[in-house]
T-cell receptor, first 112, second 115 residues
Framework: DAGVIQSPRHEVTEMGQEVTLRCKPISGHDYLFWYRQTMMRGLELLIYFNNNVPIDDSGMPEDRFSAKMPNASFSTLKIQPSEPRDSAVYFC??????????FGSGTRLTVV | EDKVVQSPLSLVVHEGDTVTLNCSYEVTNFRSLLWYKQEKKAPTFLFMLTSSGIEKKSGRLSSILDKKELFSILNITATQTGDSAVYLCAVEARAGGTSYGKLTFGQGTILTVHP
């Protein structure tokens, strides 16, 4: 298995633009998580899905952020419009059960 | 608000030393505590602890939870340069049924092991 695959690896965009981050979880994993990591705030859970259904989105910072999981093998995290304070590394992770999240390599987002 | 505090924030040791990393928490409806190791990129899972006093071990790493005093420690014996990383502690708050609860992460401990 190739692990959790995220794209793009790096994204540089201008303030106000829409940004879409993509994630392919490990096949057979029922849970999918989106995290954000910054120096100031550390690692934060944004939202997670179970069997493609969003379960807890209380970590999503504001309405500019949205996440979807249209099927078991794909999820997106969208920021519209993007702002410089959204600059961070965004991780996707998947898991077959409560423990052992497997993380993707992350997307480093820079909003200028 | 749920809170997880790790100490020390950073630690520098020499190969062969033993280190103890601390994680204290204040969480409503505690469910589990998890330890992760983060090197250059993504965190990798180390342990999940749910019961007090039961040590989990993996090679030179071990961890234990104290639910009465609300803390956990992660021990690394005979440290090696490959142990250099950020060690993250996260606490899961209970949610309904068997679903995942909300995870709150500590700020991490940066461990540097010199040859």
């Amino acid at each position: 298995d190739a692990g959790v695959i995220q794209s793009p690896r790096h994204e540089v965009t201008e303030m106000g633009q829409e940004v879409t981050l993509r994630c392919k979880p490990i096949s057979g994993h029922d849970y999918l998580f989106w995290y954000r990591q910054t120096m100031m705030r550390g690692l934060e859970l944004l939202i997670y899905f179970n069997n493609n259904v969003p379960i807890d989105d209380s970590g999503m910072p504001e309405d500019r952020f949205s996440a979807k999981m249209p099927n078991a093998s794909f999820s997106t995290l969208k920021i519209q419009p993007s702002e410089p304070r959204d600059s961070a590394v965004y991780f996707c992770a998947s898991s077959p059960r409560r423990d052992e999240n497997t993380f993707g390599s992350g997307t480093r987002l820079t909003v200028v | 608000e749920d809170k997880v505090v790790q100490s020390p924030l950073s630690l520098v040791v020499h190969e062969g030393d033993t280190v103890t990393l601390n994680c204290s928490y204040e969480v409503t409806n505690f469910r589990s505590l998890l330890w992760y190791k983060q090197e250059k990129k993504a965190p990798t899972f180390l342990f999940m602890l749910t019961s007090s006093g039961i040590e989990k071990k993996s090679g030179r790493l071990s961890s234990i939870l104290d639910k009465k005093e609300l803390f956990s420690i992660l021990n690394i014996t005979a440290t090696q340069t490959g142990d250099s990383a950020v060690y993250l502690c996260a606490v899961e708050a209970r949610a309904g049924g068997t679903s995942y609860g909300k995870l709150t992460f500590g700020q991490g401990t940066i461990l540097t092991v010199h040859p």
